[in-house]
C-alpha cells in the first residue's frame, strides 16, 4: 500500500480527485471526506497495492502531479510495533513461508492456521495414507447464506516436488492476511469456497526429507516389501494403465495394482466425486518445467471445452508472468509434455469437473526439484 | 552481473538403433563473460589443497550451494551436459539433478581431475539415473570428460 500525496489545482482535478475516492473506496488520510477536497490543499491518500497502478496511470491521465509520500505502509506498520509482525493475529508468530518445512511442521501449522482464523478456516480429516498417517485438507469458506462453488487445490502429490507444498501453505497465507484488504480476494470468497489440501503424498514426502531427496511416489510395499511405492498421479481412474506408465513397482511412474488401488487416491477421489456438482475448478501442483497443462495425458482428443480451458489458463499464464517475467506454457499434457494416464486431473476433468488444470512450478531444469529457497517467494508470488 | 545471451542450436536426431549421439549446430549470440580470474582462483585454490577435495549433495536438498562448491557445481554443469548430449535420443529430456559426490584425484600433470557422481532425471520417464564420469579440466585447455 502507498500513501500520495496532492496538491489539486484546478476545480477539474478536485473533481476527479473526488470521483476517484468515492468510486474505488480509497482511504482518505487528509482531509476526511472527499467533499472537503480544495484547490491549493494538501491531499493524503492511502492506496491499497493492488490499485497502485491504476491510479497513478489515472492520475498521469489527468495530469495531477503527485508525490509518493509512504512507498510502503506495512513497513511502517511493521517498525512501529516492535518484536511483533503485525498481521500475527492471521497466522502462526514466526512461521517462515520462505523455507522448506518437514511434515511434522506442516501438521501444526494446519491446527495453527485453523486456530488463528476460525472464523474463515476449518481443518478437515480426509483419509489414511498407506503408512496410516492422517491426511487433512483446510476449508476457506466464508459464512453467507448463499452456497458456493468450490474451487480445490491440492499440493505434494509427488514428494520429491518439495516447492509444490511450499506454495499450497504461501496461498493459504497470502488468502487470510489479504481477504479483508484485497477486492480481489474479497470478491473471490464471497462466491467460492476454497479447499486446499498442502500434501497429499504424506508418506512419500516424509520420506523425502529423512532417506531420498528424489523420491517421488508413495510407500506402498509392493512384491512383498521387496518394493516400494505407487505413482499417485498414475493411479487415479482415468485409462488406467494405458499410456506413459509401468506395470513394474521398479519404475517411477509404476501406476499401482489397479486404479485407485492407493488409500491417498481414494482418499482425495471419493471427497471429489461426492461433490462433484459443487467443484467448479480442480487444481493440482507440481514442479518442475513451469507450464500450466489441460486435459488429456492419455489422448490428444481435445476434452469438450479445450477452448475455454485453454483461455482461462493463457490469461493466468499472462498474469504470471506480468509478476517477473517467468514464462509458463500453456498446453494439453500429450501435446506439450509425454503421454500418461491415470492423472488427478484427467480423471477430476472425466467426472464432470469443468476447470481442471495441472500447474508444474518453477523452474526449467537449472534447479529442478532442488528450487532454493530463496526462490520460494518470487514462484509463490507469481503463481498468485 | 548476470547477463542473458541469446544462443540457437540445431539438433539433428539420427535414425536407426543403437542412434549415435545428435548432431549439434551452435551459434552464440555476443560474447561470454571473462572468466579467467575466476577461473585461475579456483584452479589455485584446489591445487594448493593438502587433502584431495570430497564434496557430496551439490546443491543440498534445500538448493543451496555455497560459494566454495559453486565451481565444482558449474563444472559438473558442463560435464554432464557433454554426457547427456551423447546419450539423448527424440524420446528423452535429461537435467541434472544434483551432484551426489565429487571426489578430486591428484594428478602429476597441471589439469585438475575429479571424479563425479551425478544424478541425471529423465523427465519421460521421471528416473533418476546415476551417472558417474571422470573430468578433467585446466583454466586454458578447458573441459574434457574422459570417462562416462
Redesign the interface.
Given at each position: 500500500d502507498q500513501v500520495l500525496h496532492i496538491v489539486p489545482e484546478t476545480f477539474q482535478q478536485v473533481q476527479h480527485l473526488q470521483h476517484l475516492c468515492r468510486t474505488l473506496l480509497l482511504d482518505l488520510w487528509k482531509p476526511l471526506l472527499p467533499q472537503d477536497i480544495c484547490a491549493g490543499e494538501d491531499l493524503h491518500i492511502r492506496v491499497p497495492a493492488p490499485l497502485v497502478k491504476e491510479v497513478k496511470d489515472s492520475l498521469d491521465r489527468h495530469m495531477i502531479s503527485y508525490k509518493v509520500l509512504i512507498p510502503d505502509v506495512q513497513e511502517l506498520v511493521d517498525q512501529s510495533m516492535p518484536g511483533e509482525r503485525s498481521n500475527h493475529r492471521q497466522v502462526p508468530e514466526g512461521y517462515v513461508y520462505t523455507?522448506?518445512h518437514p511434515m511434522e511442521e506442516i501438521y501444526q501449522w494446519m491446527v495453527q492456521i485453523q486456530k488463528n482464523n476460525s472464523e474463515l478456516v476449518t481443518q478437515h480429516y480426509l483419509g489414511k495414507t498407506i503408512e496410516n498417517r492422517e491426511m487433512y485438507y483446510l476449508q476457506i469458506s466464508q459464512p453467507s447464506d448463499k452456497t458456493k462453488k468450490i474451487v480445490w487445490m491440492d499440493c505434494g502429490i509427488h514428494a520429491r516436488e518439495w516447492i509444490s507444498p511450499a506454495f499450497c501453505q504461501w496461498f493459504v497465507k497470502e488468502i487470510l492476511q489479504n481477504y479483508k484488504s484485497d477486492p480481489q480476494i474479497s470478491r473471490f470468497l464471497q462466491n467460492l469456497d476454497l479447499y486446499v489440501l498442502p500434501v497429499l503424498n504424506i508418506d512419500g514426502y516424509m520420506y523425502s526429507?529423512e532417506k531420498d531427496?528424489?523420491w517421488?511416489k508413495n510407500r506402498s510395499p509392493q512384491m512383498n516389501g521387496t518394493c516400494y511405492g505407487t505413482?499417485l498421479n498414475r493411479n487415479f481412474n482415468s485409462s488406467w494403465g494405458s499410456v506413459g506408465v509401468s506395470y513394474n513397482c521398479s519404475?517411477?511412474?509404476f501406476c499401482g495394482t489397479g486404479p485407485e488401488s492407493e488409500p491417498e487416491t481414494r482418499a482425495v477421489a471419493q471427497f471429489i466425486e461426492q461433490r462433484k456438482s459443487d467443484i467448479l475448478c480442480y487444481l493440482t501442483m507440481h514442479s518442475y518445467?513451469q507450464y500450466i497443462l489441460t486435459p488429456y495425458g492419455s489422448t490428444t482428443e481435445p476434452p469438450s471445452n479445450s477452448e475455454e480451458l485453454i483461455l482461462v489458463a493463457k490469461q493466468a499464464a499472462s498474469a504470471l508472468m506480468g509478476k517477473y517475467g517467468t514464462n509458463y506454457q500453456v498446453g494439453p499434457t500429450s501435446l506439450v509434455?509425454?503421454s500418461n494416464s491415470g492423472s488427478s486431473r484427467d480423471w477430476a476433468h472425466t467426472i464432470g469437473i469443468p476447470f481442471s488444470y495441472t500447474f508444474e512450478l518453477r523452474d526449467k531444469?537449472t534447479?529442478?526439484?532442488?528450487?532454493?529457497?530463496d526462490?520460494i517467494q518470487p514462484t509463490c508470488e507469481e503463481t498468485m | 552481473q548476470d547477463s542473458t545471451l541469446s544462443c540457437t542450436a540445431e539438433v539433428l536426431y539420427h535414425l536407426g538403433s543403437p542412434s549415435p549421439a545428435p548432431a549439434v549446430q551452435v551459434t552464440l549470440e555476443g560474447e561470454l563473460r571473462a572468466t579467467a580470474g575466476a577461473d585461475q582462483l579456483f584452479y589455485h585454490r584446489v591445487r594448493s589443497l593438502e587433502q584431495e577435495l570430497l564434496a557430496e549433495d551439490i546443491?543440498?536438498?534445500?538448493?543451496?550451494?555455497s560459494p566454495e562448491m559453486e565451481p565444482l557445481h558449474l563444472l559438473a554443469w558442463v560435464a554432464s551436459g557433454y554426457v547427456i548430449w551423447q546419450n539423448s535420443t527424440e524420446s528423452t529430456r535429461l537435467?541434472?539433478?544434483?551432484v551426489k559426490r565429487v571426489k578430486q584425484v591428484r594428478r602429476r600433470d597441471e589439469y585438475l581431475e575429479f571424479d563425479y557422481l551425478v544424478?541425471l532425471?529423465e523427465?519421460?520417464?521421471?528416473?533418476?539415473i546415476p551417472w558417474q564420469m571422470r573430468v578433467l579440466w585446466h583454466p586454458q585447455h578447458g573441459v574434457q570428460v574422459t570417462q562416462a
Open positions: 523455507e522448506y526429507w531427496r528424489f517421488r505413482d519404475s517411477e511412474v518445467g509434455l509425454y531444469g534447479h529442478g526439484f532442488l528450487l532454493p529457497s526462490q | 546443491p543440498d536438498s534445500q538448493g543451496g550451494v537435467q541434472l539433478a544434483q544424478l532425471h523427465l519421460v520417464s521421471q528416473e533418476i
